[in-house]
């Protein structure tokens, strides 16, 4: 299920170091899994997905791992800049689903 | 310009009133969605349409309507505004099956307040 908060987590890392931003999801017959980040006054945008017959996936900077013992996904950043500070949201597709399930999102801040 | 075109950007409406969203697109996707965000949430689903001649109740359809008028073009009406509406809404578009290479294309969003 979702969610439900007031409060989002916040990951606070120094510019340089890696981040790593974490996501249990509900559906264990959910089959395709995105990240997507969300700057300020913006709507999310992707960065990432893999499917479920995948374990890890890397792109610029970024990989997400799957881990479908425990339902987790996990966003690494490597080499954090100022620019990567947002909301980082995972999405969950059920398998044969019709549309995308959200988390309620991580902030992740990076000091300078 | 923007693939997915959110009008308006910011709109303060009074309770009572009714109020329209409106969404266009410019990816030729079939699909399109209407979501609201709270703080602290993540996105809730409002309504989707799979083509111009579908509609689908999301899981918060309660006080909203849309209308599909073409298949660029997706509209979210609150036919009485209320104050636990305020929010923000984002209107998306993808491919057949969300499961598309890049998922949903979403645009900048509408910030609705109801005084």
């Known amino acids: 299920g979702e969610s439900v908060g007031l409060h989002l987590p916040t990951l606070s890392v120094q510019e340089g170091d890696n981040s790593i931003i974490n996501c249990a999801y509900s559906?264990?017959?959910?089959?395709?899994f995105i990240w997507y980040k969300q700057e300020s006054g913006k709507g999310p945008q992707f960065i990432i997905d893999?499917?479920?017959?995948?374990d890890k996936r890397q792109g610029q900077r970024v990989t997400v791992l799957l881990n479908k013992t425990v339902k987790h996904l996990s966003l690494q950043i490597a080499a954090t800049q100022p620019g990567d500070s947002a909301v980082y949201f995972c999405a969950e597709n059920r398998h044969n689903g019709n549309k995308l399930v959200f988390g309620a999102g991580t902030i992740l801040r990076v000091k300078s | 310009d923007a693939d997915v075109t959110q009008t308006p950007r910011n709109r303060i409406t009074k309770t009572g009133k009714r109020i329209m969203l409106e969404c266009s697109q410019t990816k030729g996707h079939d699909r399109m969605y209407w979501y609201r965000q709270d703080p602290g949430l993540g996105l809730r689903l409002i309504y989707y349409?799979?083509?111009?001649?579908?509609?689908n109740k999301g899981e918060i359809s309660d006080g909203y309507s849309v209308s599909r008028q073409a298949q660029a073009k997706f509209s979210l009406s609150l036919e009485s505004a209320i104050p636990n509406q305020t929010a923000l809404y984002f209107c998306?578009?993808?491919?057949?099956?969300?499961?598309?290479?890049?998922?949903?294309?979403f645009g900048s969003g509408t910030r609705l307040t109801v005084v």
């Open positions: 893999i499917r479920s017959n995948m």
């Open positions: 559906n264990s017959a959910s089959d395709y």
């Open positions: 998306a578009t993808s491919d057949p099956g969300p499961a598309g290479p890049y998922g949903y294309t």
């Open positions: 349409s799979f083509d111009v001649k579908d509609i």
